[in-house]
């Protein structure tokens, strides 16, 4: 990590019950030499009002468990991807299991999941992070330093999530996409999806229109498609996708703590993630707010955000 983060001693990551898509599973930081990497982030900082451990801290290993549903093995064929998932992704897929939680103040635990997944994006790794809630997305776009170039930030949400903090807590889920306004290798961010009515108030709309965030509300997907947003997502750049599970319309993802109607479905990420990954480089990103005790009995939450991580995955990489 450099010069702007003090020397972490690493430990050994938790072995997750079974791994993502069967990916061998490396829990120790020191080994961690792949192409594409899966890490869980069950923990954010917790606001007064939540229970803690959250449901959503469940998620990691629920997401995992369901791998068989949304990919029946690398040599089956991915009607998606027009190929099999294992032709079009890089020899080297780990799953490097979760971050514990560190013993200690939320501080301690945020530089070190900064830390961790810094040396993954470090070794030149793409990473993909099963969280916990959007809290947990804060110290991973601090992490997209050790990348040292700018990173434009593509976020699937029913909220804004541009809260300064709630109560005095800066680090939780309604405040990932200040914070990535405040980092100056963020060079941008496209909001899409937002509906409804959460934790912004006018003053954070303004702030986040100043910064020059491009806000796209459901209601104009729904009329105009994902394609305009697309086009003005810089041709060629670096991009971290960020995917709260309530971006998507809770009739498809029903396992989440905050459904807002009128959201965004499976057939309009899906062709758009794929897309993306077509014309811009995909560092990584995080599929966030999956809260399994809220899913449906098939899981199909669960198996939805499998689903997105391989359309990107699959995407990212040439065929
Ligand atoms: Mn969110």
Redesign the pocket.
């Known amino acids: 990590m450099g010069e702007m983060q003090p020397k972490i001693a690493l430990g050994p990551t938790m072995a997750p019950a079974g791994s993502f898509l069967d990916w061998p599973v490396v829990t120790d930081p020191n080994a961690w030499s792949a192409d594409v990497a899966v890490i869980g982030l069950p923990h954010s900082e917790p606001y007064a009002k939540d229970p803690w451990p959250n449901d959503q801290a469940s998620a990691p290993d629920v997401i995992r468990a369901m791998s068989s549903q949304f990919s029946d093995g690398p040599d089956h064929w991915d009607f998606d991807l027009d190929a099999p998932l294992g032709t079009v992704t890089p020899p080297r897929c780990i799953d490097c299991g979760d971050v514990p939680w560190t013993q200690g103040s939320y501080d301690d635990h945020a530089a070190h999941v900064t830390a961790v997944i810094g040396k993954l994006f470090g070794n030149g790794t793409q990473v993909f992070v099963l969280g916990g809630d959007?809290g947990v997305t804060i110290p991973v776009l601090d992490a997209l330093a050790a990348l040292k170039t700018p990173v434009h930030i593509v976020h699937f949400?029913?909220?804004l999530?541009w809260r300064p903090d709630i109560e005095g807590v800066q680090r939780g889920?309604?405040s990932?996409l200040y914070w990535a306004s405040t980092r100056p290798w963020i060079s941008g961010m496209t909001q899409i999806g937002l509906r409804g009515t959460g934790s912004a108030r006018r003053s954070e709309v303004e702030a986040a229109l100043a910064y020059g965030s491009c806000i796209v509300t459901a209601k104009v997907v729904h009329a105009e498609g994902l394609e305009p947003t697309l086009e003005s997502v810089p041709a060629g750049a670096a991009v971290y996708v960020t995917i709260?599970a309530?971006?998507l319309d809770p009739t498809e993802m029903p396992g989440v703590m905050g459904p807002v109607p009128g959201g965004l479905y499976f057939r309009q990420i899906a062709p758009f993630l794929r897309a993306l990954g077509q014309k811009c480089r995909i560092v990584g990103g995080d599929i966030?707010?999956v809260a399994p005790s809220f899913d449906a009995s098939n899981h199909i939450s669960c198996i939805t955000a499998g689903r997105l991580i391989i359309n990107l995955l699959g995407a990212a990489w040439p065929g």
């Open positions: 959007h949400d029913a909220h999530d889920y309604s990932p709260d309530d971006g966030v707010e």
